[in-house]
């Protein structure tokens, strides 16, 4: 499992060399590796669905816990297969769809890199390995929805999402923190295995709050399910892997994967039931407004994710059970639509679902994928559609003590749904021909055969639903925390639950009857749509910006100087309080202890740093500032640190020489700052130079417990050969560190000398700032 996960970002960097290369055939090459991994899960499925786990681990940073450790059980092995599966036919789609793009290597590249993330998320067990593959997954996802990175409103879509999911992302992070704190483990399997005492913890209730919020802006819960349909911005394999199939169920797939873990309490069950209940009928209910075949997509995809979610929060083995088959019918029936979606528009020149119609003599495999996938999402037997509903309706019967919330609100929202459905599988092929920008004709095969995959797997899934039995129970299972059979029928005889999905396509198919009378009705309401929490993002990013804009401008006048007072000035205002409050650090003792000699050096410092300010000519000033860096080097040697001083003797030496070497070249002062100036400065830089002080005295006063004194100290000669430990430090034990820091040093030199060839060339020597000072 490491390996496949390792291997993908291998590939990923690979792909767009691959490309370059092969041209067309790059994306069939590039699909034989996650066919590949799918069919190497696919052994695992007999052993997994008898009850077998499957563990591997590799340390990372094992003082902190962290570690790539991957378990492969029911539900790991789920998310596997369709993040491959769909994965391998995504990239043979945007192989031909993105066909003559100047930038296709690299969307293949992002989509290998984004599976191998996701790949890694689905199968961690270590929460802050996990929560780097989550955030891996929103960096790319950045990426791939901003592609036309040329049009402005694509690159703010992006944004949005990655300020959203990654906003959660933090909250997220903070969560896990406290759950290894509660728990004493970052393992989610230790977790599990002690969750009574994490939910009898202190730290329970914040951090099933923060992990929530994660979960939630992830798989585009209210209020969070704005950015969404943003997202469809991307281009279409985009969509159809990242927003219908794979990434938008990540916070689905957290949900699940802590249920044994911190599922079963009462906020739990209270604020995942309520988000998931209000994110479904939300996104039903603004799905059938919509004519682009993208937003209605998204924005039907937002209310199957409020789906899944109250599912979970539910959190009986009826519900965690038809959790796990919506999460796989949902995947193969919206996968296949996404990429309908994206042929239309290829084919035709228009997502506009009042524009098309009579398509299917002339695109007839891309129709019989169509009228599938639309049949599954409508709930039609003997469809795996019809067989999630089902198991959800009967899960939502049985939601004690909330039925007469959750009953409702499933069977409105499945109502519209219905109709969805069949706006974008089914009008666009039947009916009278609508007038197209595009002659249609029938995709490529590379383009097609995706969506027939898998709108026929519905198909399948639905025709052997007991065949399949056994591996879903594994799946809600591992949801579960113990062993659950979950029995999958296309008949169930006559009862409740059969009613209802009798009423919700008859309802269904009324409101598709009537459906240009509900596009009407949306586009009244409209406005009072406009203020929800999409207008709050706007107002608030503007608002950002205007502050941050305003803030430069109050703090940063265009002078340097002025800049480092207000920095100086803020740290001595904020850091000062905090010392004084903690009184003198036994300052006063300290004095009386003083030695002449120290007192001596002391005077020493203190003239070298006032002749730097007393100087009248650079080279004056730099000669000063040399006396107070030689005093300090003294101090050193009396207080007994050789080797500190003697790498200050060479500090002080070279900094002196390179002053002069750069001075020289420098015309003569003409003008000093105003006298008041001059004063303000010294009071200011005075008063940092005592909080300097007091953080010095405050660092002494704690008892010093350091592992790092005596191994270096033993170390140096033995590992080193060198006897100055200072020195070694620098140059051995951190010598990457301090190579970047001369990397530094070095462009900022290069930066000076230009600036300052600049000015002797440009004849502005000697030129004054404003109000008389120096620049």
């Given at each position: ?38 069919a ?127 906003g ?10 406290l ?45 969070f ?17 990242l ?21 079963g ?8 039931t ?74 035709t ?19 019989v ?37 959750l ?12 109709a ?18 595009k002659a ?92 929800g ?31 480092v ?15 004084l409050?903690r ?87 003409k003008?000093?700052?105003?006298p ?6 010294g009071?200011?830089a ?16 704690e ?52 600036l ?20």
């Open positions: 499992m490491i390996a496949a996960v390792l291997t993908g970002f291998l590939v990923a960097l690979l792909s767009p060399l691959v490309e370059r290369g092969l041209g067309r055939r790059a994306a069939p090459l590039l699909a034989l590796f996650p066919a590949a991994l799918f190497w899960f696919v052994r695992f499925v007999p052993e997994i669905a008898e009850g077998g786990v499957r563990t591997a681990a590799l340390a990372w940073i094992p003082e902190l816990g962290v570690s790539l450790s991957f378990r492969l059980d029911g539900l790991s092995l789920l998310m596997a297969l369709i993040v491959t599966g769909i994965g391998a036919l995504v990239l043979l789609y945007a192989g031909t769809y993105m066909e003559g793009h100047p930038r296709r290597g690299a969307l293949l590249g992002y989509l290998v890199a984004f599976l191998a993330a996701m790949l890694g998320l689905v199968l961690s067990d270590n929460l802050l390995g996990l929560f780097v593959f989550w955030e891996a997954t929103s960096i790319l996802s950045y990426f791939l929805i901003g592609f036309d990175r040329e049009k402005a409103e694509v690159r703010a879509a992006a944004l949005q999402a990655l300020l959203v999911t990654g959660g992302g933090l909250a997220l992070l903070a969560g896990f923190v759950l290894g704190q509660a728990g004493g483990s970052l393992e989610i399997s230790a977790l599990v295995a002690n969750a009574e005492a994490l939910k009898a913890s202190p730290l329970y209730t914040p951090a099933l709050l923060l992990v929530l919020l994660g979960a939630f802006t992830k798989s585009a819960q209210v209020p399910h704005f950015w969404l349909p943003g997202a469809m911005a991307a281009p279409t394999p985009i969509s159809a892997y927003h219908s199939a794979t990434m938008v169920k990540a916070g689905v797939f957290l949900l699940a994967r802590l249920h044994p873990a911190l599922g309490t009462p906020e739990w069950s209270w604020i995942v309520t988000a998931g209940a209000a994110t479904m009928l939300t996104g039903a209910v603004l799905a059938v407004g919509q004519k682009d075949l993208k937003r209605l997509l998204a924005f039907s995809t937002v209310s199957s994710l409020g789906s899944l979610t109250m599912l979970i929060g539910v959190g009986t083995p009826a519900a965690l059970g038809a959790a796990m088959v919506f999460l796989l019918a949902h995947a193969l029936y919206k996968a296949a639509l996404f990429l309908v979606a994206g042929i239309l528009d290829h084919e020149g228009t997502r506009d679902v009042t524009r098309l119609g009579g398509l299917f003599a002339l695109l007839p495999a891309t129709g994928a169509a009228v599938a996938a639309a049949f599954s999402m409508a709930g039609l037997p003997p469809l795996l559609g019809f067989v999630s509903k089902e198991l959800l309706y009967d899960a939502a019967l049985r939601a004690s003590p909330i039925p007469l919330l009953v409702p609100v499933a069977v409105a929202s499945n109502m519209l749904l219905v969805v459905a069949l706006a974008v599988g089914w009008g666009p092929f039947t009916g009278a021909r609508g007038e197209t920008p249609p004709h029938e995709a490529p095969a590379f383009m097609w055969l995706g969506p027939v995959v898998l709108g026929l797997g519905s198909l399948a899934c639905g025709l052997f639903a007991g065949a399949i039995s056994p591996f879903l129970s594994s799946a809600a299972s591992a949801a579960l925390g113990h062993p659950y059979g979950v029995k999958l029928e296309l008949w169930h005889g006559f009862n409740l639950v059969l009613l209802k999905s009798l009423v919700t396509l008859a309802v269904g198919l009324a409101f598709w009857a009537n459906r240009a009378r509900l596009r009407s009705l949306a586009e009244r309401l409209a406005p009072v749509a406009a203020l929490p999409a207008r709050l993002y706007r107002d608030g990013l503007a608002g950002l910006v205007k502050l941050a804009k305003g803030t430069a401008s109050l703090l940063s006048a265009g002078s340097l100087r002025q800049d007072r207000i920095v100086l000035l803020a740290a001595v205002a904020l850091s000062a309080p905090l010392l409050s009184g003198l650090f036994g300052a006063p003792d300290a004095l009386r202890s003083v030695r002449p000699i120290e007192a001596v050096l002391a005077l020493l410092v203190a003239a070298g740093a006032v002749g730097t300010v007393a100087a009248g000519s650079r080279l004056a000033a730099v000669v000063a500032l040399g006396v107070t860096g030689y005093g300090i080097a003294l101090l050193f040697l009396v207080f007994g640190a050789p080797d500190l001083a003697m790498t200050q003797f060479a500090i002080e030496t070279l900094s002196v020489l390179l002053f002069v070497a750069v001075l020289r070249r420098l015309p003569r002062l003008s000093r700052s105003a008041r100036s001059r004063v303000a400065d009071l200011l005075t008063a940092t130079g005592a909080l300097m002080a007091g953080f010095v005295l405050a660092v002494h006063a008892p010093l417990r350091s592992r790092l004194t005596p191994f270096f100290s033993e170390a140096s000669l033995s590992l080193a050969k060198g006897r100055n430990v200072v020195n070694v430090i620098l140059v051995d034990f951190r010598g990457l560190d301090t190579l970047g820091e001369i990397t530094v040093l070095a462009v900022a030199a290069i930066g000076v000398f230009a300052v060839k600049l000015r002797l060339s440009s004849g502005a020597a000697g030129a004054a700032g404003p109000k008389g000072e120096e620049r």
